[in-house]
RNA sequence: GUCCCUAUCGUCUAGAGGCCUAGGACAACACCCUUUCACGGUGUGAACCGGGGUUCGAAUCCCCGUGGGGACGCCA
């Protein structure tokens, strides 16, 4: 059997870390096998559904790096295969019209609440032998109902949860058309799936009780039943499911704040399925090690922390070409010129050990284009009257290497002189020195920092403030 | 309310009856490295929700509680 998985998002906002995770496991799932996945975008629900979202979850998802075989299949474009399968259905028996008014059911549940019972279709308009039907009503337009079986019950082995079996008597039958002729979710996604021949069906548990019902018309239609994996939900930081109030929730989300998505790819990898002890690893390995049997069963908690551990090890592994991109379109959007300082492959490399995001990369590397302000507290507490002598030693001494001299032992040589002859040690020298340079007493490095800024910058940036 | 799912360090998890005086990772803390800050290295503390069974033996299997989550739409 060729393993094909989809992914069926649909198109009401961002693509959310949720939906990443379940898009990712469903594509590791069908890669790893060497099957097919699919994108199909379900826009039924026509007043929530619009193309900017339906581009935005394209777009995160070849930032994530998730290709797809087939698709993207639009729901709204196999309305005529919808209506042919319901046309058939009725035909059969397997499903009927209902007339029962919308204020009517509400009515009913109304009634089922107060009785502290589960809200439920009563049946009034199932057709069984020997029963009169109510008298068919002149002013209502009827949807369609599939008429689910009244005994035994459905059960399947889910590849995450194990067995689940739920009884028919649970199941009420449920609205597989609108009066206006539109099919809805639970009727479109078994149609669908069975037509692209789905055989693994990965998707969030909030479907755990859809599944049974799907299962039942899936019989009805004489289809194959398509394998279940039901993935637990992806909660906050504090525990609460995740919100766009209070948390990151959109893939773009994680880009503005400077992650790298082989960062996401791993983290989300890690956050609900593992193999063994393996925390680091690339998408080619995760592939590799993919399957179902390690997939947590219990809903993950979001935690930040590690996935900025995560990013860091991605960023000290990347190669300066990319880094130095990423970092020119970060400074960019911050109004600064790329071009107008230091080599950004060279800075890059000074830098990539030290940061945790792309954003801290960007705002490490701003000193080398903006010259910094120096605040007056800044000043005082390292200025020093003695520090301002040590400087002014090593600016002469800076002043007379020539541009082919500047290098980083030179640079390193002349700061150790400078320290002997005015009898201070290293950082009496290198502290004030820092915050004359970059605003800011921490760098890298300092001799590799002056070589990188060059002697121009360098010996200005000095005499500004001696 | 009814039904379904779920429960190991703060967090992500390893664990498929004896390998578990429960392992790894993030975070925390300590020390080392160091011209600063990081990085890196070493180490420390930290968990099987509760109660009953089953078994020679249970984190692992079963039941009951409890906590958490989901579903109950002419939304998907």
Redesign the pocket.
């Known amino acids: 059997m060729t393993v094909r998985t989809r992914f069926?998002?649909?198109p009401?906002g961002y693509l959310h870390i949720g939906g990443a995770r379940t898009a990712l496991y469903a594509w590791a799932y069908a890669r790893h096998h060497g099957g097919q996945f699919v994108l199909r975008i379900?826009?039924?629900?026509v007043?929530?559904?619009t193309p900017e979202a339906v581009q935005a979850i394209l777009d995160g998802m070849r930032w994530l790096g998730l290709d797809h075989d087939e698709g993207p299949y639009y729901?709204m474009q196999r309305m005529d295969r919808y209506k042919e399968v319901i046309a058939r259905m009725l035909e059969a028996g397997t499903a009927y019209r209902?007339y029962?008014?919308?204020e009517e059911?509400e009515a009913l549940?109304a009634e089922q609440?107060a009785r502290?019972?589960?809200?439920?279709?009563d049946g009034r308009w199932r057709p069984e032998p020997g029963k009169t039907l109510p008298p068919m009503p002149a002013d209502?337009?009827?949807?369609i109902r599939f008429r689910n079986p009244d005994t035994g019950s459905v059960a399947w082995d889910?590849l995450?949860?194990?067995?689940?079996?739920?009884?028919n008597s649970?199941l009420?039958d449920?609205?597989i058309a609108?009066?206006?002729g539109?099919p809805?979710?639970?009727f479109?996604?078994v149609v669908d799936d069975w037509d692209m021949r789905i055989s693994h069906v990965i998707r969030g548990?909030?479907?755990?009780?859809?599944t049974p019902r799907q299962i039942n018309v899936l019989q009805a239609l004489g289809a194959t039943i398509p394998c279940y994996a039901?993935l637990?939900?992806i909660?906050g930081?504090d525990?609460?499911?995740l919100s766009k109030r209070r948390n990151a929730v959109a893939v773009t989300d994680f880009d503005d704040a400077g992650f790298l998505p082989e960062a996401i790819v791993n983290y989300l990898a890690?956050?609900?399925?593992?193999h063994?002890?393996e925390?680091?690893f690339s998408r080619e390995q995760f592939v590799e090690w993919f399957d179902l049997?390690?997939?947590?069963?219990?809903?993950?908690?979001?935690?930040t922390?590690?996935?900025?551990?995560?990013n860091?090890?991605y960023i000290?592994q990347a190669t300066s070409g990319y880094l130095a991109a990423e970092a020119a379109r970060r400074l960019a959007l911050r109004g600064i010129d790329p071009e107008a300082g230091p080599p950004l492959e060279q800075l890059v490399v000074l830098y990539k050990?030290?940061?945790t995001n792309l954003n801290e990369l960007a705002d490490a590397l701003t000193p080398f284009f903006v010259t910094p302000e120096l605040s007056a507290p800044m000043l005082d507490a390292h200025l020093t009257v003695d520090a301002r002598a040590s400087l002014r030693a090593l600016r002469d001494r800076l002043d007379r290497l020539v541009v082919a001299e500047w290098q980083k032992a030179a640079l390193?040589q002349a700061?150790k002189e400078t320290c002997i002859a005015q009898g201070v040690?290293?950082?009496q020298v290198?502290?004030p020195l820092?915050v004359v340079l970059l605003g800011q007493?921490?760098?890298?490095?300092?001799?590799?920092v002056l070589e990188v800024m060059g002697r121009d910058m360098v010996l200005a940036r000095l005499d500004r403030v001696l």
């Not at 209502?140 to 949807?143: F, L, N, S």
């Open positions: 069926a998002p649909s009401t379900e826009d039924t629900d007043a929530r559904s729901q209902c029962t008014r919308k059911l549940r609440e502290k019972e589960k809200p439920r279709y209502v337009a009827p949807v889910d995450v949860k194990g067995h689940i079996e739920i009884s649970e009420d449920f609205i609108r009066a206006d539109t809805t979710y639970n479109c996604v548990d909030d479907h755990v009780n859809n039901h637990s939900m909660l930081e525990g609460q499911k890690r956050l609900g399925w593992s063994g002890d925390e680091f049997d390690h997939i947590t069963a219990s809903a993950a908690q979001f935690n922390e590690k996935l900025d551990w995560l860091q090890q000290k050990d030290r940061v390193g700061i040690k290293m950082p290198a502290i820092r007493p921490q760098s890298p490095g300092i001799d590799a």
